[in-house]
């Protein structure tokens, strides 16, 4: 095994820190972390900015979709099968979603549409209130997948919201309370906390917060907190989980290998993405964790088993970008190179009859809405993914392609004033949630929903397609509005397409 410094990986997560604390603003915390547990800490900036309070390593924060790899640990414990379909754990699901295996709807390969976005596209932003009973009836309600499961990895939180209702219908405990008797107790993890709404005090809990030009402003989620992303904690605690899965101590015995066991699609494309871990590669080393992100809370947990290493990172700001930050403490760490970044050409990329869009601006690529940042790799560029998967490559015809999700794209570029489809303009209603949509000759159109109601600008597609564009908080949504040949409007992102509207 090489010997990781530890040393030199402090001192970076230091740096890290002071910048932090530099700014006067939000902050964070990391620390180092091995088999026995927490080793250095680094923290600094502050945790709410309302009352001067300063973040350390014992201030809680959350953790968000960190919480995915203890749910994954808590069904493996609680003898839930992978190979089982849904409809046999969860009662009431639409046939599509019911025969989805568990497997494939934690390893994000289920199709399964993504709540939140579901909503936001619906018109109901993320800060809406919403409980567990009717984001459940909302499942149930769903039209079905929005295509063949174990054909493409596009993040979901939905699958990991069904394990809790899985649980519910055994009538025996809770999520919750199998999550605290079969892994939190034993660990010692007696301050991770698990609450299910926004309006639960939480004593000395970091306040979320993201930019709005010169000003901070605080990050809100209202959605009902599932096992996908509900758990708070320190960073020390975070640390400790960690060093439990390095040692495989205790009911973590064996997890780091069952959760970040390969998976592929059913074309046999491996995936980054594995079950509540996701993996990645700093130069020859071999990188495994997971991410969170809610409205002014990031947070990773990345780990290097073969140096023995990981970091445990949260923050309170938005503008944290936690994977490259965890990186750069584990390059310091082995001594491996950063990635470089690298770009594609610059412009709007379409399929030529699809769903699939993407705009490319200096190193970073929008994929069906999702942002991430490019660098040199295989024979093109990539993603250090943490939601989206990307390997592509620009032609001599000025198009691009390569394998995103596990699928391949070949994406023609788009020319500049590409003129709206007149075919688009009308009013819209999707009958299953009653919501309506208006688009307009002028190439404007007005999305479903009471809030916000305000007219945005479509970018247009060639083959009567056109993206808008939703923003709320720190957040922008960029649906497509696609026509389709049998006179149905499908708009969809990359998280959820199965949203369908026939004209009013």
């Not at 970076?12 to 002071?18: P, V």
């Not at 943490?386 to 620009?394: K, M, N, P, S, V």
Request: with cysteine; aromatic share 6%.
């Amino acid at each position: 095994m090489t010997r990781a410094d530890l040393s030199r990986a402090a001192d970076e997560a230091r740096s890290i820190s002071t910048a932090w604390e530099a700014e006067g603003g939000p902050g964070g915390a990391l620390v180092l972390f091995d088999a026995t547990g927490p080793r250095e800490a680094a923290f600094g900036g502050l945790a709410s900015l309302e009352h001067g309070l300063p973040f350390t390593a014992a201030t809680p924060t959350r953790w968000a979709s960190i919480s995915k790899q203890f749910c994954a640990v808590t069904a493996l414990l609680a003898g839930l099968r992978l190979e089982d379909r849904l409809a046999e754990l969860v009662p009431g699901l639409p046939p599509a979603i019911g025969a989805v295996p568990l497997s494939r709807a934690l390893d994000m390969t289920g199709a399964i549409p993504d709540l939140m976005e579901t909503l936001w596209l619906l018109g109901l932003p993320f800060t809406t209130g919403l409980s567990e009973t009717e984001l459940l009836d909302l499942c149930r309600r769903l039209p079905g997948t929005g295509g063949a499961p174990g054909v493409e990895m596009a993040y979901s939180n939905t699958g990991w919201r069904l394990v809790a209702a899985a649980f519910a219908a055994r009538d025996g405990e809770t999520y919750g309370q199998a999550l605290r008797r079969l892994l939190l107790a034993p660990l010692g993890l007696h301050a991770v906390a698990f609450p299910e709404d926004e309006a639960t005090v939480l004593p000395g809990l970091a306040t979320p917060y993201w930019r709005d030009g010169e000003a901070w402003c605080r990050g809100r989620y209202g959605l009902h907190f599932s096992p996908s992303g509900g758990l708070v904690g320190t960073a020390e605690d975070l640390a400790r989980w960690g060093a439990a899965l390095l040692a495989g101590r205790g009911p973590a015995a064996g997890m780091l290998d069952r959760l970040g066991a390969p998976r592929h699609t059913l074309e046999g494309e491996g995936s980054f993405y594995r079950l509540g871990l996701s993996t990645q590669k700093l130069g020859a080393l071999e990188l495994i964790g997971h991410g969170g992100s809610l409205p002014g809370v990031k947070t990773h947990l990345l780990m290097a088993p073969s140096i023995g290493l990981g970091v445990a990172l949260v923050s309170n700001r938005e503008d944290t970008d936690p994977l490259w930050l965890a990186m750069r403490v584990l390059a310091a760490a082995s001594g491996e190179p950063l990635p470089q970044p690298a770009a594609l050409p610059p412009g709007l990329y379409a399929e030529e009859d699809g769903e699939a869009w993407a705009e490319v601006e200096g190193g970073l690529i929008t994929f069906m809405g999702v942002t991430d940042r490019l660098f040199a790799g295989g024979e093109g560029v990539r993603t250090l993914p943490a939601y989206l998967e990307a390997q592509l490559r620009a032609r001599t015809d000025g198009n691009l392609e390569g394998r995103v999700g596990g699928v391949w794209r070949h994406l023609r570029r788009v020319g500049e004033g590409t003129p709206p489809d007149p075919a688009l303009a009308g009013t819209w209603r999707n009958e299953a949630f009653g919501a309506t949509l208006t688009v307009a000759r002028d190439g404007t159109a007005i999305l479903p929903g009471t809030h916000p109601r305000e007219t945005c600008a479509l970018q247009a597609l060639p083959g009567a397609r056109a993206i808008a564009s939703r923003r709320h908080g720190p957040w922008n949504l960029r649906p497509l509005l696609w026509l389709q040949p049998d006179g149905t409007l499908r708009l969809l992102a990359h998280r959820s397409r199965v949203l369908v509207f026939r004209r009013d």
